[in-house]
């Protein structure tokens, strides 16, 4: 199980890096597609506070940030996520963080399980932002993990 989170990670980290690349070779960056993108890193931050056993009450997930905001804390999750892969075991994978939503209810959920929804929640919102790319009149980034695949 960790090596496919790292796989995961690792996808995630390369589709964020060309969806930054995209955004900040655009004229004028679509503001929702960078508002969707701010989202993505708004939510992972907050999961990542939780998976380290930390409060996340304080932390938005629908952060208001412009690009350059984005591309540092894209940077941080990054770090912090490798960090976290860097050491749990697979008995670790399997616990349950217990945690509290932004409504406040309290929540248990095994550690793989957040993750999966981490790397799922980015692929979905990322599909948005390559939505907003065509409206605005761009060409959408392809960050299909088969790419990434087959790019390694």
């Not at 070779?25 to 930390?54: C, K, M, Q, S, Y």
């Not at 770090?79 to 697979?90: K, M, N, P, Q, V």
Request: some cysteine; proline content about 3%; overall charge negative.
């Amino acid at each position: 199980m960790i090596t496919q989170m790292k796989s995961m990670l690792s996808h995630m980290i390369w589709a964020d890096d060309r969806i930054v690349r995209t955004l900040s070779a655009a004229e004028a960056a679509p503001p929702e597609a960078v508002r969707w993108f701010a989202h993505i890193l708004g939510a992972d931050r907050v999961w990542l506070t939780r998976l380290n056993g930390e409060d996340s009450s304080g932390l938005p997930v629908w952060p208001e940030m412009d690009l350059a905001a984005c591309v540092a804390l894209a940077e941080e999750n990054a770090a912090g996520y490798e960090r976290l892969l860097g050491r749990l075991d697979e008995g670790a994978m399997l616990k349950d963080v217990v945690y509290r939503n932004s409504a406040g209810a309290q929540f248990s959920t095994s550690v793989t399980d957040i993750l999966t929804h981490v790397f799922l929640h980015g692929a979905y919102h990322r599909g948005q932002i390559n939505a907003s790319l065509r409206g605005s009149g761009y060409e959408p980034v392809n960050v299909d993990f088969i790419t990434f695949v087959r790019e390694r």
